[in-house]
Nanobody, 125 residues
Framework: QLQLVESGGGAVQPGGSLRLSCTAS????????IAWFRQAPGKGREGVSC????????NYADSVKGRFTISRDSVANTVYLEMNLLKVEDTATYYC??????????????????WGQGTQVTVSS
């Protein structure tokens, strides 16, 4: 069974960068599209980005376009989220989740499973 583990969160100042990792427990990882979601306190879970099984296609929320980049390494069974020019409003717990394809499922979180445990990102001065 596929299990996902996120890492790479932390505290940074506005304008800073972080790289999140989502690592899978099995090579079956290659059979799944992977999405990143985030959830701030008191808010719903928001779709951030999605990458297809081959990595050929990606999708981003308007709020992160031009600042975040999603990629995947099939050898390492890992999907990355490179986050640059971070803003205070990017503060949230970030989760990765799997599905057979990004379309038409992303950005609806109810269509994705399984999920990782989350990693906290805090952007403040």
């Amino acid at each position: 069974q596929l299990q996902l583990v996120e890492s790479g969160g932390g505290a940074v100042q506005p304008g800073g960068s972080l790289r999140l990792s989502c690592t899978a427990s099995t090579s079956a990882f290659g059979s799944y599209a992977i999405a990143w979601f985030r959830q701030a306190p008191g808010k719903g879970r928001e779709g951030v980005s999605c990458i297809t099984r081959t990595g050929a296609y990606t999708n981003y929320a308007d709020s992160v376009k031009g600042r975040f980049t999603i990629s995947r390494d099939s050898v390492a069974n890992t999907v990355y989220l490179e986050m640059n020019l971070l803003k205070v409003e990017d503060t949230a717990t970030y989760y990765c989740a799997a599905m057979d394809n990004c379309w038409p499922n992303f950005p609806d979180p109810t269509r994705f499973a399984p999920w990782g445990q989350g990693t906290q990102v805090t952007v403040s001065s």
